[in-house]
């Protein structure tokens, strides 16, 4: 399932809360393909606390607590690192991350949590979620087979990599342009993780974002950067972004491009990526500024200048999923729309005959 369809579950997961109608969710996927950020997104997007227990990292007693012993009987201390409503708020998430690492005797403690959201004495507040996530079992990692009375107390979503959704959170995060440019030139090394292999870097969509912080760490030392990028994503598919990042000295002047004078479109298909990405780029941080319709046209009149009319039309889907809706206010937005009717038809026409 791709990511932005289980960030919307995961959501309405939350929000249900308030109707006592939440159920436990379990996230299944590869390392590295965004599982514990998908629920980082949910708590910020509620502007609610994140509890992350790393499972793996832990033992029954942390979970189910200390007993003492309180006159003629022996009673259970509750942890700390528990959702409290005095201390926490009476809304957020509890996250048990790694639980497929964890040991049997770890899940096991973790059973009544889960299911009735409660330990011996102890119960969780009501308007906290649960999520889980963990890495499937042929992923070569740390992990056990998920008991079947453990798995039968969640809801359970595999998330696969998608390269809409990733570029999408990418211009919202700032990652930089020749990242996402590369990604769509080469989509097939968003996620390349050969389990067979067990390799130890590779690409993925969180290596990705360690290749962006590289290009910024070794911006001024370019004799280091191929191996700081192989650290990041691999030997092969550091080379190969090294020579695209190398060949970005041939880019129009994009500045140029937004303020509306004339600039020709690039002939090398990578160089247009690029291109693409840099103008969804100004487009998102000109969002809330008072010249932003002006940028959205002048961004809106060169994407009728590639020509292929397709890199066009991704460069417009990129700037709608990062701005949304007041895109199609901006005068120019109908000019474009109707520059590729016949592209969009033709589309239609092959989709109703397959």
Not at 21 to 45: D, Y
Not at 200 to 223: I, N, Q
Request: net charge negative.
């Amino acid at each position: 399932m791709r990511p932005s369809h289980v960030l919307r579950i995961l959501d309405r997961e939350f929000t249900s809360t308030e109707a006592l109608a939440h159920t436990p969710v379990m996230l299944w996927g590869p390392p590295g393909v965004g599982k514990s950020q998908i629920i980082a997104q949910i708590a910020q997007c509620h502007s609610v606390p994140l509890i992350d227990i790393r499972l793996s990292q832990m033992e029954p007693t942390d979970l189910r607590g200390v007993p003492f012993r309180k006159g003629d009987l022996v009673e259970w201390s509750v942890p700390a690192l528990l959702p409290d409503e005095k201390r926490h708020g009476a809304r957020g998430i509890l996250f048990l991350d790694e639980i497929t690492s964890a040991p049997p005797t770890v899940t096991a403690a973790a059973y009544q949590l889960i299911l009735d959201r409660r330990l011996g004495e102890y119960r969780a507040p009501a308007g906290w979620a649960i999520f889980a996530a963990g890495n499937r079992y042929g992923d070569r990692g740390v992990a056990y087979v998920m008991p079947t009375p453990l798995a039968n107390r969640f809801t359970h979503y595999e998330i696969e990599p998608n390269l809409d959704d990733w570029v999408a959170w990418a211009h919202a995060a700032g990652m930089d342009p020749r990242v996402i440019a590369f990604l769509r030139f080469r989509p097939d090394l968003l996620f390349d993780f050969n389990p067979a292999q067990n390799p130890v870097a590779f690409p993925s969509p969180r290596s990705w974002e360690y290749a962006h912080r590289a290009l910024a760490k070794f911006a001024d030392a370019p004799e280091l950067l191929l191996d700081a990028l192989q650290a990041c994503v691999g030997p092969a598919a550091g080379v190969e972004f090294k020579a695209f990042v190398d060949n970005m000295d041939q880019l129009p002047d994009i500045d140029a491009i937004v303020r509306g004078e004339s600039a020709q479109v690039p002939h090398g298909i990578d160089l247009q990526y690029v291109v693409a990405a840099a103008l969804v780029r100004r487009a998102v941080q000109v969002r809330d500024m008072a010249h932003a319709t002006l940028v959205y046209g002048n961004i809106l009149k060169y994407a009728k200048s590639f020509p292929q009319r397709e890199m066009g039309v991704m460069l417009v889907t990129d700037m709608h999923r990062s701005i949304g809706k007041p895109l199609f206010a901006v005068p120019e937005f109908a000019e474009w729309a109707a520059s590729i009717t016949d592209l969009m038809l033709y589309d239609l026409k092959l989709a109703s005959t397959t």
